[in-house]
């Protein structure tokens, strides 16, 4: 289309945008540089579409493009969300949300000082790894304990400090990847220590251990297939009879947990996820775990096991790299005194997703519906299943009510209904199957149930 020369005539200053009282209120907000900028940007867009052929914008509708513009940038990159798809522990979405204790510990340490290195009684320097051995230790039966910035790195830290240049034995059907580019081997060969595969995919006995032991070895490296599951014809060393064989040559075991559970998965209706406790107690020299999978706390690396490996860690090079933060120390103290207390199912967010009963989802996903057909929104429940997601427990599910949106009743597809709620305030993310939108309330904490029907609203009503 040509363009109309008139068109580009009408087009208002930067200068006379700036000097209206818009321009004065956006100035006094942003800002004159941010002001200018936006307006620019506003007039020069404007000026684009007109050579395209479109008529001028008015001068109110330039200036409003400009306040969006300059709010949208303000808006934080990364912001909260609500869950609504059901899968618990998503490392996409952040893994677990913290406690509101775990939360109020990190703003009582971080707006201040605070004694992260410092030992009160003495008066002098103290450790940062030192506020929370004690409760690791009473809650895994461990003698010693170190935390680290993540899992991985824990992993790291082990090999580096306990197998640079000599060999690590490991099963042929550990060596996984746990996503995020986290692959065991890969690991192995960065901390500089020689991985020796042993036994099968599937089978793995303690004679393909005893068999690959040399003068070289360092290491047995006992892995949990966090993410999947072989079924069959499997078999795999029970921990304890790997720890007799290590012990016996003077080697120490480490074991991957991967998850962390410190409770007993079974009591809800879940498989049995290995705790740290029973790898303790079938003898590791060092078990170590993430924060925010199935302990429910912040990212972090949990490593526990026997004083004379613990210290070697901490003395190694690579642990000032991978050192925690005092915020994440305060919210993993305050989550582990939930579970010293026997109250993680009431006050953790993920153990109560995990422990919500069928009665409670079935409840809130038809409130759900009244509240949606109330504005003219047609959903209904219908039985569902969640996951726990994360790296622990694969192939796990939990039966829940789910909300429906049908395609056939909706005036958008749902894809585009599931992008506009992801790119709502606060963002709403689903999932679809077989011509459906559901929402799982297992996920949505509580307190979002308003905010997510406000966003449907806006979203199919808007
Ligand atoms: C999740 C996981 C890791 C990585 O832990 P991060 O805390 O994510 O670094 C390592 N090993 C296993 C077995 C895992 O499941």
């Known amino acids: 289309m040509p363009f109309d020369q008139s068109q580009l005539r009408l087009l208002p200053s930067v200068d006379t945008l ?44 330039l200036l409003r493009e400009a306040a969006q513009t300059l709010e949208r940038s303000f808006l ?72 680290t910035n993540n899992n991985a790195a824990a992993v790291l830290l082990a090999l580096s400090a306990l197998a640079v240049g000599r060999e690590v034995l490991i099963s042929r059907g550990q060596l996984v990847e746990i996503g995020g580019g986290f692959r065991v ?25 005893a068999a690959a032991l040399t003068e070289q070895t360092a290491l047995l490296l006992a892995v949990h297939p966090s993410n999947f599951r072989i079924t069959g014809f499997t078999e795999e060393t029970p921990l304890s009879e790997l720890v007799a064989l290590a012990h016996t040559h003077h080697l120490p075991v480490l074991h991957d947990l991967g998850s962390g559970c410190l409770l007993e998965s079974q009591h809800y209706g879940l498989a049995h996820e290995p705790t740290p406790q029973e790898s303790i107690a ?10 925010d999978k199935l302990l429910g706390g912040p990212q972090a690396g949990i490593l526990v096991g026997k004083s004379e ?45 995990i422990s919500a009963s069928p009665a409670e989802l079935s409840k809130r996903a038809g409130q759900w519906v009244d509240q949606l057909r109330q504005v003219g929104i047609q959903a209904e429940t219908q039985a569902g299943e ?43 993310v689903t999932r679809i199957l077989r011509n459906r939108l559901l929402l799982d309330p297992r996920t949505v904490l509580p307190e979002q149930d308003h905010q997510l029907i406000e966003a449907l609203t806006a979203v199919l009503q808007g």
């Open 18 to 61: 700036l000097h209206s009282p818009e321009g004065q209120e956006l100035i006094a907000r942003y800002s004159h540089e941010l002001t200018v900028r936006a307006i620019r940007s506003s007039v020069q867009q404007a000026r684009e579409a007109i050579l395209q052929g479109a008529s001028c914008p008015s001068a109110s509708e």
């Open 76 to 147: 934080p990159n990364l912001r909260p969300i609500i869950n609504a798809t059901g899968v618990i522990i998503n490392t996409n979405l952040g893994r677990s949300p913290l406690s509101a204790t775990a939360l109020h510990a990190v703003q009582a340490v971080s707006s201040g000082y605070s004694n992260l290195e410092y030992e009160l009684e003495a008066g002098k320097r103290g450790s940062r790894h030192t506020h929370i051995t004690r409760l690791l230790c009473e809650l895994t039966g461990a003698e010693a304990a170190l935390v």
């Open 185 to 209: 081997p890969d690991v192995m060969r960065q901390s500089g220590c020689h991985l020796i595969e042993v036994g099968t995919t599937n089978r793995t006995r303690i004679a393909d251990y």
């Open 282 to 291: 079938a003898g590791a020299d060092i078990v170590c775990f993430s924060g």
């Open 309 to 353: 490996y613990i210290s070697r860690l901490a003395k190694h090079p690579l642990m000032r790299a991978v050192r925690i933060d005092k915020m994440t120390l305060a919210a993993l103290e305050a989550t582990l005194h939930h579970y010293r207390l026997g109250e993680a199912e009431q006050h953790l967010p993920i153990w109560r997703m």
């Open 386 to 428: 969640s996951t726990i997601g994360g790296g622990s427990l694969p192939g796990e599910t939990l039966p829940t009510t789910l909300v429906a949106l049908s395609e056939e009743r909706m005036p958008h597809s749902l894809e585009s209904i599931a992008r506009r709620l992801r790119l709502h305030t606060p963002a709403v």
